[in-house]
C-alpha cells in the first residue's frame, strides 16, 4: 500500500492541466451550492442548480480517478 506522501504526489500534480480541471470543476461546485444557500432560488431553478453542482463534482471525481491512476511524477519535491 503507497504512503500518504506518495499518494499526495499523484494527485497533486499542478503542471497538468487535469489537475486544475478538477479544481474548477470543484470550485464552481462549491459556488453552486453556496448561491444556492444563501438566495433561495425558484424550485425549478434550485433543480437545475443542484444537477449542474452534481456533475462538475462527479466529473471533478473522475479527473482526480484519472490523475490518482496515472504514475507519480519523478523528481518532483513534495
Do not use: C, D, Y
Amino acid at each position: 500500500m503507497p504512503s500518504f506522501a506518495a499518494a499526495f504526489r499523484r494527485l497533486w500534480q499542478p503542471r497538468k492541466g487535469l489537475f486544475w480541471l478538477m479544481l474548477g470543476f470543484q470550485a464552481l461546485s462549491s459556488a453552486l451550492v453556496l448561491f444556492v444557500q444563501i438566495h433561495e432560488p425558484p424550485p425549478g431553478m434550485r433543480l437545475a442548480l443542484g444537477l449542474l453542482a452534481l456533475t462538475n463534482t462527479l466529473l471533478s471525481w473522475w479527473l482526480a480517478l484519472r490523475l490518482w491512476r496515472e504514475e507519480a511524477p519523478t523528481g518532483v519535491a513534495p
